[in-house]
T-cell receptor
Framework: NAGVTQTPKFQVLKTGQSMTLQCAQDMNHEYMSWYRQDPGMGLRLIHY???????DQGEVPNGYNVSRSTTEDFPLRLLSAAPSQTSVYFCASSYSRSEKLFFGSGTQLSVL | DAKTTQPPSMDCAEGRAANLPCNHSTISGNEYVYWYRQIHSQGPQYIIH???NNETNEMASLIITEDRKSSTLILPHATLRDTAVYYCIVRVRGGSQGNLIFGKGTKLSVKP
């Protein structure tokens, strides 16, 4: 049982490039979410999903897309990276939205 | 949405109890109080949650006042490994429908 796995751990992008941050969980959790964390700040919710085929926006969704084609995977896509998206990204999952969250180890993204 | 207020930082001597306060004066009757912590740059870790009764688990105790306007997380015998940022979160209702919204938390420093 690996829990929540995020890849890559580190990534450097140039402005305008696109990429996908991967998130997978093997706990059969229905709820998955993406947060970003900037220096000195708490975590801010980007997008979340309450089940396969269902996604919704969080606090800071602009510039990010998500999809949930399977229960296990919840990728986060940056279509055209901007320096303002430099941050640490965390994926989390739980059995349901009201249950405790399990977090991945994070992806540190730098956009130059 | 109910908000929380936490002191930005606290110190605690190793082996002593760490008492972390949280104010949530606008909490609604059916909203839970959750505590998470984040050690260095790792993903946040769930600690404990409660509605109105005091709760205890292998990590900590949660004391919620009778009027539910504040709570205290207690680490009974703090160790150096408990140095982390501790987040007190009230589960959001309404438009967010239960997503966990993180604030800036309390940075707890456990000193030898």
């Amino acid at each position: 049982n690996a829990g929540v796995t995020q890849t890559p751990k580190f990534q450097v992008l140039k402005t305008g490039q696109s990429m996908t941050l991967q998130c997978a969980q093997d706990m059969n959790h229905e709820y998955m979410s993406w947060y970003r964390q900037d220096p000195g700040m708490g975590l801010r919710l980007i997008h979340y999903s309450v089940g396969a085929g269902i996604t919704d926006q969080g606090e800071v969704p602009n510039g990010y897309n998500v999809s949930r084609s399977t229960t296990e995977d919840f990728p986060l896509r940056l279509l055209s990276a901007a320096p303002s998206q430099t941050s640490v990204y965390f994926c989390a999952s739980s059995y349901s939205r009201s249950e405790k969250l399990f977090f991945g180890s994070g992806t540190q993204l730098s956009v130059l | 949405d109910a908000k929380t207020t936490q002191p930005p930082s606290m110190d605690c001597a190793e082996g002593r109890a760490a008492n972390l306060p949280c104010n949530h004066s606008t909490i609604s009757g059916n909203e839970y109080v959750y505590w998470y912590r984040q050690i260095h740059s790792q993903g946040p870790q769930y600690i404990i949650h409660g509605l109105k009764n005091n709760e205890t688990n292998e990590m900590a105790s949660l004391i919620i006042t009778e009027d539910r306007k504040s709570s205290t997380l207690i680490l009974p015998h703090a160790t150096l490994r408990d140095t982390a940022v501790y987040y007190c979160i009230v589960r959001v209702r309404g438009g967010s429908q239960g997503n966990l919204i993180f604030g800036k938390g309390t940075k707890l420093s456990v000193k030898p």
